[in-house]
Structure formats: structure tokens, C-alpha cells
DNA sequence: ACCTGAACACCGTTCAAGT
DNA sequence: ACCTGAACACCGTTCAAGT
């Protein structure tokens, strides 16, 4: 059970996707309480500080995690239907990538600075959009997000239960087509 | 500054209003990691174990400021102007309540237990305005509450800056006028 | 470069002992 | 009834020591 003290045989040590896969797992199991870096090394089979070597921090995991899940959302979308249908696109990206791992975006609330990342890019992208449709543009980004999060951070309490997580994300795409009603059908 | 040891003096003792507003006061500052017993113990002048005598658990803690908070939400709401200016009205005031101390509201939402109580009036209540308008109120109210959950969420990233925490409110405004536009001028 | 072990300064909570 | 002190089983993180 205990590894020598050196350094591992190549192939053998910690890498940083274990701990990232790892770290996710106990997160969507016991949420952001269940995610201790010791129980992450006892999971990998090591102790907590070799944790260290791949990760600065628990805040520097948590951001790495935050990037991994959003820094997809971007990916493969076009902008062909106009502005309207792009946003509604990233918008029910963003919201898959936020119900996937609901604790995890929950734990990053609690920690602003890890937002920086990949979301970063996803709300530029939002005020771009919305640039082209009104002026009120900011207000629109943040009323369009915050909409998301909330609705994201309600799957929470839907844990497990399919048919609920179904009626929620079809609840959300419907509030979309209202919010987005005001700026035209496209 | 140590206190002795047995029972003290009438009037000397920790009261639970008091531990609940250092308690507030710890999570507003420093968020939920700030608030431990330990730290809140300190606060008030007394030990860790004194608190216990007064609140079950960190749980229970959590769980009272949460009643306190959200207990006078449907206070003084009258329903003179019908359904969809009642649910304008209890949705303006949850979402103050919840910009009040929006770290409790996060902590809240990690201890879900928490909710059971003052919030599940104010979701029953606006069930009951949101039947009066259309069959799909309970998708509805979701969608409603999930939007005042994000919405107020936002606040944490917008400490201390009023000017832009009265521009979030005028945006959470604008946004429920358009979610409730879809059930007639009032 | 990458791991271990011991250590430091924290946690929440229980339990027995005081008055 | 209400407080203390000691104790237990945890935390994150640093630092020196190994290979």
C-alpha cells in the first residue's frame, strides 16, 4: 500500500489528470466538502503532499477543474444563424457544461478567482453577441449568466433523479426563448 | 478575558441572537470558510463547546440564519393587485433578502437541509400565484426562483460596489418583467 | 523530478467536570 | 442551565530528507 520514498519508476507516479478525474469524482459525490486533498492522495494511493508537485493549491485544482469543464463550451460554435441563435448556443453549452458537475460550479462561486479561466472567454464571447443586438449589452450578458447559474446550481438538489434533470434543462431552454424573445425570432 | 469555569451570572451569557449576528457578520465578511466555530467563539469572548448549548450544530447555525433571513420575506405582501404583482412582489423581496448576505445564500445552497424551512413558504406561496395563471407553474416557479437564486448569486463578485449593486438590482427588474410579461400587463 | 514523513496551525464535535 | 478544558479525528500546507 505504501510506495517507497523516492522518486516512482517512470509511469508510475501521480499525473495531473488522475488528480483532476480523481478531485472531480469526490466533488459530484460529497460536493466541495468531500473534496479534501487528503482523501484525494488516499483515493490515488499517495500521500497528500506529493499532491503538490502537480497542483500549487486546493484553489490552483479547483481553477484547473473549472478550466477543464468550460474550456470546451467555446468549441464548435458558429455563428452562421446570427447572433440570436449564437447565443442561445453558448448559452445551452455553458449550461450543459454547468449541470454536468453542478458541485463544481458551486465550489468556484466560493471562489471567485477561479472563474478567470475558460468562463472568462464565454462571457466575451456573450458580450460580443449581444453587441450586435442592443445597447444595454452588459445588463443582457449578466441577466443571460446569472440565469444560467442559477438554473445550473438548482441540479443540485435534483441528484440522480433523470426525468427531473430533463424537466429542468427543458424549463431553462424555455426561459431562454423568452429572454431572448425581446431581440427577434430568428 | 478567560471566563470561570461554572454557570455564569445572569446576563453574562452568550445569547443565540447574539451568536447568529457574529456569525452573519463572520460570513459576510470572509464567506463560508470564515465562519468556523471556532472563530465565532472567539468573536463573542467564549469557547467553542459554550456554542453548542445554543445552536446544534454548524448545520443547525446555517440553518437558523437562513430563517432569520428569508422568515420576513412574505411579510406585508398583499395580493390587491393580482396574482402577477403578488409574484412581482415576493420575487423583488426574496431576491433583496438574498443580495442582503448573498455568502449566506451560497453557504445554503452547500447544506441544502438548510432550505427546508422559511424558503419552502416562500416557494409554496408562489406556487399557489403561479396556478392562478398557468398549468405549467411549477416549471414556472423554478424558473423564476432559479433566475433570483442566480441573480443574487452575482452580488458576491460585486462587494461593496453600490454603484453596481443597484445596477444588478435594475437588471434583475427588467429581467422578471420580461419572464412575467408573458402572463399579461398588470 | 517526484515522492515520503514529520510537523504546524488549524478545523468540528464529544465528553466529563465544574458552578 | 450553561460554561470550561482536554481530547479525538480531522483539515491544508511547509519543509527537510530521500532516490
Redesign the pocket.
Known sequence: M???????ARGQ??TRDAILDAALGLLDEDGDAG?????L?ARLG?????L???VT???GLLRALSDRLYGGVLQGIDEAGGPVEGIRMVLTRYYDAVITHPQLTLAIFAEPAAFAGASREITDRLTALLAALTPAYLLWRDILVDHAHGSGLALIAARGDAARVDALRAAYRQALDCLLGQFGES
Do not use: E, I, Q, W
Open positions: 505504501t510506495r517507497p520514498r523516492g522518486r516512482p507516479g501521480v473534496l479534501t486533498m487528503r482523501a492522495a499517495v500521500t497528500p503532499m506529493s503538490y508537485h502537480h493549491d486546493r484553489a
